[in-house]
């Protein structure tokens, strides 16, 4: 089995996950294409997520930015962001596996989120890590976890983001391997991981795909994502990847791009970044010289990451997807933007995609015709709103 | 000293190996030669000088402290080396590090930086067996050990494999799960032990902190020990530090014998 994306990819962990990833890259080839878990699967997706979601043409938008613009809408699922569609298939393969216990990293909370109500509608014991910081910035979600019946750990190590997250939730999962699933968000990770989440988000991509044919009669020119660990990204570029459509990763830019020893005022991890090793994956991580992982920095949680999933690594490394990045001013802008102009809140996350489109609308890159994927919509995000303006 | 060169002298005195791991750096680069000479002065066999990572998913809070004491307190890749090229200590030397402070380097280089200052084998607990084809290669060229680790839930067949790729010892995992001074060593340690099929000495870490646990693992089969965060407890608390750690690394050596 090849577990490399090109160079990217690949296991770095502890002798005690191999046992655990072997079994789960086992299940996952076996339950795939079975049609029991295919069809709870698709039930759960359209009967408890709501989906498909509409890929809706912004008109107030286009006619401003004289573009064609549509927001495959992500932010309609249930839980408020996409992240839905990788849990439910990940608990119900857990499920199928006879895993007791589902463990999860977060960091907008979205993620975590969408673990809490898988937990809760598929019976597990559930506890997720959220770095310290996250919490604070996030606290609405936290308090959805709580009443969903999930544990909430601080995590108040390191960057006290995302990345102290998902150290923590390694540590968990060393420890209690047998009865354990680790529901990780984002296409990141060992393999096969990166695999997994961005298959079950690519239900993303194959739903633009009719959806535009039907409206447009043809591809758009473009597709914009926001990138994290980039499973929005890669769920709805994956089923264009061999089709003339170019594709953007949009990272978060931050307060500027600059590093230093300790810290990355940003977290535009393929934009910037080296080759190196995060969290079981070889692939783009903002570093220092020697190789100690920078503290990224990003207004929007979700982001705030200083690495990135391996295929996205090397999708961008062959020039099929061009990374690129949003600073958190820009972001800002274009989260109010659209609340104005389409009436609809987005998440700090998406707003980095749209604000990418709304800058270089006028350039010609984009082409004509383009697809955003609004990755979730911007409730949670309120207070820190809120705290800015005053 | 080479490792195996240590292990036949323990054998010819029929005594067990204690391996000591402290973090390089903890609490600052100009201690932890005072910290290593003390050990081994006390007993100590081998030592496993940690070069701190910021991100240590392999171990328990107890090593995450010491590992951000250390980068606090100026710790780096260089300053490793030189510190190393500075003992005059005459027992094997281990570098335990994470797989992207040696991969930044560019692994020849890392390896042969190693070589020169004296380091006698790596312990890296994020590189299993199937991703490390390459650093084997380059270590061998460079005469350093590659111990890897087994775990209780490691399978037969991976069992083999890391026996016939491991070099200097074999490091036995006691537990699942992280680093960390433990109560109870688990009694299954003895059935691991005997499933390893090599003729490399096999040492038991992870949780084993005072001198009962050291010789129930010597009973069941051990040939050396690997003791750490009871170490770093103790220099975490700034309290009599150097009579306190000889004091321990005796007894863990009494243990031994
Ligand atoms: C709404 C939203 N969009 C995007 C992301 C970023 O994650 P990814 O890059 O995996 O899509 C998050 C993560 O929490 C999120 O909540």
Known sequence: MNHYYGDYGGQYVPEILMPPLQELEEAYEQYKADPEFTSQLNDYLENYAGRSTPLYYAKNMSAKYGIKIYLKREDLVHGGAHKLNNTLGQALLAKFMGKKRLIAETGAGQHGTATAMVGAKLGFETMVYMGSKDVKRQLPNVYRMKLMGTEVVSVDTGSKTMKDAINEALRDWVTNVSDTHYLIGSVVGPYPFPKIVRDFQSVIGREVKEQVMKIEGRYPDSIVACAGGGSNAMGIFYPFLDDEVNLFAVEAGGEKLREDDKIAYHSASLATGEEGILHGARTKVLQNRDGQILESTSVAAGLDYAGVGPELARLSETGRVKPCYITDMEALEAFHELSRLEGIIPALESSHAIAYVMKMADSGILGDTVVINLSGRGDKDLQTIMDMED | ?257
Not at chain 2, 95 to 112: A, D, P
Not at chain 2, 185 to 192: E, P, Q, R
Not at chain 2, 200 to 210: D, E, H, M, R, Y
Request: glycine share 8%; with cysteine.
């Open chain 2, 1 to 257: 000293m080479r490792i195996s060169q240590k292990f036949e002298e323990l054998k010819d005195k029929n005594e067990k190996a204690l391996i000591a791991y402290v973090c390089a750096g903890d609490p600052d680069p100009e201690t932890t030669p005072s910290i290593v000479n003390a050990l081994v002065e006390a007993g100590a066999d081998i030592i496993e000088l940690g070069l701190p990572f910021s991100d240590p998913v392999a171990d328990g809070p107890t090593i995450q402290a010491a590992t951000c004491r250390a980068i606090e307190a100026g710790m780096n890749t260089e300053r490793y080396f030189e510190m190393i090229k500075d003992l005059k200590v005459n027992v094997p030397l281990i570098c335990m590090t994470y797989y992207n402070l040696i991969y930044r380097q560019g692994s020849k280089n890392f390896v042969k930086k190693c070589a020169e200052a004296g380091i006698s084998g790596l312990i890296i607990p994020d590189l299993p067996l199937h991703e490390a084809d390459e650093l084997i290669e380059i270590c061998k060229e460079e005469g350093i050990d590659n111990i890897f680790l087994v775990a209780p839930n490691t399978s037969d067949q991976r069992l083999d494999a890391i026996s016939s790729k491991s070099s200097g010892f074999i490091y036995v995992v006691s537990k699942l799960g992280v680093t960390g001074e433990g109560k109870n060593i688990s009694s299954n340690v003895a059935g691991l032990l005997d499933k390893i099929n090599s003729n490399l000495p096999k040492a038991v870490g992870f949780g084993i902190s005072n001198r009962k646990h050291v010789e129930e693992m010597v009973a069941a089969g051990a040939d050396a020990v690997i003791v750490g965060s009871a170490f770093v407890n103790i220099i975490a608390s700034k309290d009599n530090v150097i009579s306190r750690l000889k004091e321990i690394t005796k007894d863990l050596k009494e243990g031994c014998r």
